[in-house]
Structure formats: C-alpha cells, structure tokens
Nanobody, 125 residues
C-alpha cells in the first residue's frame, strides 16, 4: 500500500518561507511522477507543481511560479516544496500526489492515484 506523508505546514506571516516534505513508502519512488496540489476552504483542489523522476522536468501553476520550487531526493523517497514570499492567498491544505509513471507533466487531480493526508499552510496578512 503506497503511503505518502506530508509535513512542514504551519502558520506564518506574509512574506515568510516554508518547506513542505512528503515522505513516500511502499513504492519504487524513482518510477513515479510526484506533484503538489492545494485546496483552499470552499474551493476545489488545484495543481501547484510537478516533477518527473529525475528532476529534469518541473512545471508550476502560474500562481506559484517564481516563488515555489519543487524538488525530490530519490535516495530518501521524499519530495519537497520550497515556498517563498508566501501570500495570504496561498493559505490551503497542501497535498502530495504520486502517479506511477516516470515522466510527463500531469496537471489534473484525476491524473494521480495516490495522495497524502495533507498539511495545513496558513499565511496571515
């Protein structure tokens, strides 16, 4: 059973930084595309960032481009989301997702079959 466990969320002020982590287990991590999504209150879950198996390809939503960086460490089975210059509109539950294919830029919620439980990020103004 694939398991994804996010950590690193919290309450910060606007302009601050946070780094989210997602530890994966029970999968061949380097065979998976990994992504981060987020869901704000009363809104649909939306794509934030994606990374392919060897980190050669990354892609970001326009709303986070230039502020967020996705990375992965295949030796540690972990994917990260470095979030800088946070804004109140970044407030959401952040979810890690995995797709069992090594390549491709997958942007839809339905493109991913494995999800973590989420970690709350709250940015105050």
């Amino acid at each position: 059973q694939v398991q994804l466990v996010e950590s690193g969320g919290g309450l910060v002020q606007a302009g601050a930084s946070l780094r989210l982590s997602c530890a994966a287990s029970e999968l061949t991590f380097s065979s998976y595309v990994m992504a981060w999504f987020r869901q704000a209150p009363e809104k649909e879950r939306e794509f934030a960032a994606v990374i392919n198996w060897d980190s050669s390809v990354t892609y970001y939503a326009d709303s986070v481009k230039g502020r967020f960086t996705i990375s992965r460490d295949n030796a540690k089975n972990t994917v990260y989301l470095q979030m800088n210059r946070l804004k109140p509109e970044d407030t959401a539950v952040y979810y890690c997702a995995a797709r069992p294919t090594p390549n491709g830029v997958w942007l839809g919620v339905t493109d991913y079959g494995f999800w973590g439980q989420g970690t709350q990020v709250t940015v105050s103004s």
